[in-house]
Nanobody, 125 residues
Framework: QERLVESGGGLVQPGGSLRLSCASTDFTLSYYAIAWFRQAPGKEREGVSCISSGDDSSYYVESVKGRFTISRDDIKNTVYLQMNNLKPEDTAVYYC??????????????????WGQGTAVTVSS
């Protein structure tokens, strides 16, 4: 039983946009720092972005800065990843994850408590 559920992936042309969603029926996401990861074929999973709990500070890996925006809607208990100006190298399965309760975002994207099942993003013409 998935505790986090991602949606919004799909096929998009280079330069296009997608908005990924991360929702949960088990976690009150506003209590947690939430991170997005991605794993491209043949590559290791990498942290992409993180939003803190409380002050909603956000962090991004260098390769997506200026193109991706992380946000949360506490009423909908959902965290979003808006992805603009997508590039073929953004092709990956994207996962959301909760950071251990009480911990902030960290640059190593460690201390993960729970994962979603992932949503696939393909950027291709």
């Amino acid at each position: 039983q998935e505790r986090l559920v991602e949606s919004g992936g799909g096929l998009v042309q280079p330069g296009g946009s997608l908005r990924l969603s991360c929702a949960s029926t088990d976690f009150t996401l506003s209590y947690y720092a939430i991170a997005w990861f991605r794993q491209a074929p043949g590559k290791e999973r990498e942290g992409v972005s993180c939003i803190s709990s409380g002050d909603d500070s956000s962090y991004y890996v260098e390769s997506v800065k200026g193109r991706f925006t992380i946000s949360r809607d506490d009423i909908k208990n959902t965290v979003y990843l808006q992805m603009n100006n997508l590039k073929p190298e953004d092709t990956a399965v994207y996962y959301c994850a909760t950071v251990l309760s009480g911990l902030p975002c960290n640059s190593q994207y460690k201390y993960i408590e729970a994962w979603g099942q992932g949503t696939a993003v393909t950027v291709s013409s």
